[in-house]
């Protein structure tokens, strides 16, 4: 895809979110945010959106903190029930989330995928009772290590592209994340190189362009996750089809998570692809 002027579309305000996983119990969540909110300056946060994703039972302690304290940043979740109420014993509905104020839920994590055999279908239907409650989707694509060694990346990242976006307004595609997180490179310290980075964050661009047209895919943000840290943020970030970051182990602690906010904000005009 040729570089376009960076005049010719709008900017895509970049997105850093932090996925606590199963990590913080609600005491634990309470000191790391206010540890955040007293560290962070407006400047930190005057071109970057940052989101916060601790697990269920947090939720209501950092929402009340949050909008007591002012902090800016948005709430997270890291999943939800496709179903609006129910007889669904142990899940949480989007419902739920939308009256406590959440503002991003993670869609079809690798995590969630691969330890609680979310389908493709599943993910689908999760995505849109996400919409339906007027969230943002932060939806997870990614190839498995035998996937990258047998060159089907591409392969893998348009079948969930696929899944996930048929059918969907192109309003709706264009409101929404990616987040493009190797299975390969979670937890496990070996991030993608930038260039990769970009390479697959691009790809799922031009899918998201084929799906849900042209301007869709000017819009939707694209983050790339997978040990991302204060050192590598920032070489990340420069690439023009990464918009953001999602941040697992190092998102647990202020002062860190913070760095790599910092590594985000945009320091130049950016090329567009
Ligand atoms: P790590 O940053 O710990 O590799 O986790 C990435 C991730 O899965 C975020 O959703």
New binding site residues.
């Given amino acids: 895809m040729t570089p376009t002027s960076p005049d010719a579309v709008p900017a895509r305000r970049p997105l850093v979110s932090g996925?606590w996983?199963m990590h913080h119990d609600h005491i634990e969540a309470l000191h790391t945010v206010r540890d955040l909110g007293l560290r962070l300056k407006p400047e930190d946060i005057a071109q970057v959106d940052v989101s916060i994703h601790p697990p269920f039972t947090d939720l209501r302690t950092v929402q009340t903190l949050v909008e007591g304290e002012a902090i800016p940043v948005a709430l997270g979740a890291q999943h939800c029930n496709d179903h609006d109420r129910g007889a669904y014993t142990g899940e949480v509905s989007p419902q739920m989330l939308a009256r406590l104020g959440v503002r991003y839920v993670?869609v079809g994590?690798?995590?969630r995928r691969q330890h609680f055999a979310m389908s493709d279908d599943l993910v689908a239907a999760t995505l849109r009772a996400v919409l339906r409650h007027e969230m943002v989707p932060i939806l997870?694509v990614g190839e498995t290590e035998e996937e990258r060694a047998a060159a089907h990346t591409e392969a893998r990242l348009s079948s969930q592209l696929e899944a996930a976006l048929r059918g969907l307004a192109p309003s709706q595609a264009a409101g929404m994340v990616v987040?493009y997180?190797p299975v390969w490179?979670?937890?496990?310290g070996k991030a993608a190189t930038s260039f990769d980075a970009e390479d697959a964050c691009l790809f799922i661009r031009e899918t998201v362009g084929t799906l849900a047209g042209r301007e869709a895919a000017q819009s939707v943000r694209i983050q790339y996750?997978?040990?991302?840290n204060p050192e590598n943020a920032a070489d990340l970030m420069a690439e023009p089809d990464v918009d953001g970051l999602?941040?697992?182990?190092?998102?647990l602690e202020a002062a860190g998570f913070l760095e790599i906010v910092r590594a985000s904000r945009p320091v130049a005009p950016r090329g567009r692809s």
């Fill in positions: 996925n996983k993670l994590h690798s995590e997870c987040a997180e490179a979670i937890g496990t996750g997978g040990s991302v999602l941040v697992g182990g190092a998102s």
